[in-house]
């Protein structure tokens, strides 16, 4: 039986797409992260076009054996353009597969041949409103109370007003941490709150409470029409 397969950027995106991926009741597989293994997971810092590729030139031998039907690459836009993006993803491919087509636009597929085979691929960019990753979607879609994490505002204005400044990816990762760990986090849960409330928890905070995202979220559209090309 042929599998629709995922390739993501971390741990984390894994687990969130995991999640978004139940909701949508669809089968689709997520393959292991590109950027990280369990040794250097806190060590890698960007995306890495060498992992990329072989992520995908690993496909190779399902795909040969016609276990592989579609390919999905989800990567954060940051604050990229969506056209270098996308030639990022090309000089991938590209490198991986002989003769490959060029991907033209997100959540469009293209098809791949393989040793006879034919296969579909197609790409997603995380981000809100064009710029962004997983954290600048978490803090959109948060379903909850956030007057912990929201008191950070006052906190960057004084950081600011000492000649200090924090990215805004920087105070959007602290704003969700704080999110998960001060407004959500149950009294039984701050028991083992570095395993049930922090990003390092984030595999149980997806699988034990989505609630408190907003799943039905029309920043999530695009995501979800992405997702739906492979159900």
């Not at 000649?163 to 969700?176: A, C, H, L, R, S």
Request: proline share 2%; glycine share 4%.
């Amino acid at each position: 039986m042929s599998s629709n397969i995922l390739i993501v950027e971390s741990k984390n995106d894994k687990y969130f797409l995991q999640a978004i991926i139940v909701d949508l009741n669809c089968n689709i597989e997520v393959a292991p992260p590109i950027m990280i293994s369990e040794e250097d997971y806190m060590s890698m810092d960007g995306l890495n076009q060498t992992k990329l590729t072989k992520a995908l030139k690993d496909l190779n031998a399902d795909i040969q054996k016609g276990e592989i039907e579609r390919v999905g690459i989800i990567i954060d836009i940051d604050n990229d353009q969506e056209s270098d993006r996308i030639n990022f993803i090309n000089e991938c491919v590209q490198e991986a597969f002989t003769k490959a087509p060029l991907l033209v636009r997100v959540k469009e597929f293209v098809n791949l041949t393989v040793d006879d085979l034919n296969i579909q691929l197609a790409c997603y960019f995380t981000n809100v409103n064009g710029q962004g990753e997983l954290e600048t979607l978490l803090k959109t879609i948060k379903n909850q109370g956030s007057v912990h994490a929201d008191c950070l505002e006052s906190w960057k204005d004084c950081l600011q007003s000492n000649g200090k400044k924090i990215t805004v990816k920087e105070f959007n990762k602290f704003w969700v941490d704080m999110y998960i760990r001060f407004d959500t986090c149950s009294k039984n849960d701050k028991k083992q709150a570095e395993r049930k409330c922090s990003m390092k928890g984030f595999e149980y905070v997806m699988n034990n409470k989505t609630t408190i995202w907003d799943f039905k979220h029309p920043a999530l559209n695009d995501l979800k029409d992405f997702l739906q090309l492979f159900c």
